[in-house]
Each structure stands twice: as structure tokens, then as C-alpha cells.
Nanobody, 126 residues
């Protein structure tokens, strides 16, 4: 089992920044790819970002590229999501996730993630 505990999030104005953190415990952190997903009310879950086990590869959803940065600190078992230039449409509950192998190599497919954080609300006001 891997336990994921999220922190960060909150309310920010349009154009502002937030940083989310996700701490992992239970198993070897470097055995897991990490991802971020979000879900807004009435909408489907959306892929945000992913980072490979060693941190060499990162990927982003189309609307996040250039604004969001995913990183990980393997020494401290933590993954981060730095969000800049936030927009009202970024408002959602954000979840981190850990997976041993991406689903058929697709980093954006939630089926490739075995463990999920509790979620944290991000609200961007206009």
C-alpha cells in the first residue's frame, strides 16, 4: 500500500499561483510514476500532469503546458505541482496519484495509477 497525503491548494485570483504537494509513504517512492488529475463539478476527471519514477520524463495536459510544472523530490518522497497563471477554468479538486506502470504506456490514463490522494480544492476567482 502507498499512502498519499496532499497539501496546498486554496483560493487564488485569476493569474495567481499555487503549489500543491503530495507526500507518499508505505512503499519505495521511486517504484512509482506520479500523476496529477483534476475534476470540476459536473465534468469528467481530467489529466493534469505526470512525472516518471526517476523524474526524467514529464508530461502535461494540453491546457496546462507552459503554466504548470510537475516535479518530485525522491529523497523526501514528495511530488509537487506548481501552477502559475491560473485561470477560473482551473477551478477543480486536484488529486495526486501513484502507479507502478502507466496503462499501456499512456501516462494520462487513470487506470495506470493504483493509489490516490485525498484531493485538494483549488479555486480561482475572476
Amino acid at each position: 500500500q502507498v499512502q498519499l497525503v496532499q497539501s496546498g491548494g486554496g483560493l487564488v485570483q485569476d493569474g495567481g499561483s499555487l503549489r500543491l504537494s503530495c507526500g507518499a509513504s508505505g512503499r519505495t517512492f521511486t517504484n512509482y510514476n506520479m500523476g496529477w488529475f483534476r475534476q470540476a463539478p459536473g465534468k469528467e476527471r481530467e489529466f493534469v500532469a505526470a512525472i516518471s519514477k526517476g523524474g526524467a520524463r514529464t508530461d502535461y495536459g494540453a491546457s496546462m503546458k507552459g503554466r504548470f510544472t510537475v516535479s518530485r523530490d525522491n529523497a523526501n518522497n514528495t511530488v509537487f505541482l506548481q501552477m502559475n497563471s491560473l485561470k477560473p477554468e482551473d477551478t477543480a479538486v486536484y488529486h495526486c496519484a501513484a502507479g507502478a506502470a502507466w496503462y499501456w504506456g499512456d501516462y494520462s490514463d487513470p487506470r495506470g495509477y493504483d493509489y490516490w490522494g485525498q484531493g485538494t480544492q483549488v479555486t480561482v476567482s475572476s
